[in-house]
C-alpha cells in the first residue's frame, strides 16, 4: 500500500461542476502539499497546509490531520482547470500520491 | 527572477553515455532536490541537498551523481545511461525541506 493514495486517479467534470480530490497518508509530517501539473507543464504548488483550510480564488483546501486526510475542491469548474493534480505528505521528505487526472468539459 | 531553470528541455542518449542535467535557482535557496517522474509511480526523490557542499541520496539514487558547490547550482549526473533512466526529471528548490517547493520546467530525457 503506497504511504501516500488519492482518489480518484481520474476525473472528468463538466464545465462548472464543483470537484472534490481525495489525499490519504499513513505517514506522519509536518505539511501536505497540493500541486498543479499541466499537460506537458511544469509543477506549480498551489498549497502546503498543516491544519484547517486555505482558499485561494476558487480552490480550497482541507486538512484534518487525526484522520490523516486532505480534500482539494475546486468550485465553478472551468476547462482550464484541466490538469494532474498531485498531492504530496511533507515528513522528513516529501512523499506524493500518484496524482488525479481531471479533464473539464466545456 | 527566473526561478528554477533546467537545461536541456530534452535529451536523447544512448546507453552508456554520460551527461548532466543542469538546475539553477536565483532565490538563494538552501534546500535543493531532483526527482524523476514515471507514469503511474509518481514523483520520486532522487538526491536532495540542504546547502552548498551537503549532499544526500533519496529514494532512487543509484545510477546518479549530485554535487552543490554553490547555493545556486544543483546539476544531476547520468554517469552510464540506462534504458530504465529515460523519465521525466524535475529540479526543485525551497527555503528548507519544509517550505513551498519550486520547480523547473523538467527535462525529458529518452536513453535508447
Known amino acids: 500500500k503506497n504511504e501516500v493514495e488519492q482518489s480518484p486517479q481520474n476525473l472528468t467534470a463538466q464545465e462548472g461542476e464543483f470537484i472534490t480530490i481525495n489525499c490519504s497518508y499513513s505517514?506522519?509530517?509536518?505539511?501536505l502539499h497540493w500541486l498543479q501539473q499541466h499537460p506537458g507543464g511544469g509543477i506549480v504548488s498551489l498549497f502546503m497546509?498543516?491544519?484547517g483550510k486555505k482558499k485561494h480564488g476558487r480552490l480550497i483546501a482541507t486538512i484534518n490531520i487525526q484522520e490523516k486526510h486532505s480534500s482539494l475542491h475546486i468550485t465553478a469548474s472551468h476547462p482550464r482547470d484541466s490538469a494532474v493534480y498531485i498531492c504530496?505528505?511533507?515528513?522528513?521528505?516529501?512523499?506524493f500520491g500518484q496524482g488525479t487526472e481531471l479533464s473539464v468539459k466545456p | 527572477n527566473a526561478g528554477v531553470t533546467q537545461t536541456p528541455k530534452f535529451q536523447v542518449l544512448k546507453t552508456g553515455q554520460s551527461m548532466t542535467l543542469q538546475c539553477a535557482q536565483d532565490?538563494?535557496?538552501?534546500?535543493m532536490s531532483w526527482y524523476r517522474q514515471d507514469p503511474g509511480m509518481g514523483l520520486r526523490l532522487i538526491h536532495y541537498?540542504?546547502?552548498?557542499?551537503?549532499?544526500d541520496q533519496g529514494e532512487v539514487p543509484n545510477g546518479y551523481n549530485v554535487s552543490r558547490s554553490t547555493t545556486e547550482d544543483f546539476p544531476l549526473r547520468l554517469l552510464s545511461a540506462a534504458p530504465s533512466q529515460t523519465s521525466v526529471y524535475f529540479c526543485?528548490?525551497?527555503?528548507?525541506?519544509?517550505?513551498?517547493?519550486?520547480f523547473g520546467p523538467g527535462t525529458r530525457l529518452t536513453v535508447l
Open positions: 526543485a528548490s525551497s527555503y528548507s525541506n519544509h517550505n513551498e517547493q519550486f
Open positions: 505517514v506522519g509530517i509536518s505539511a
Open positions: 497546509l498543516s491544519s
Open positions: 504530496a505528505a511533507q515528513g522528513g521528505k516529501l512523499i
Open positions: 532565490m538563494n535557496h538552501e534546500y
Open positions: 541537498s540542504v546547502g552548498a557542499g551537503i549532499t
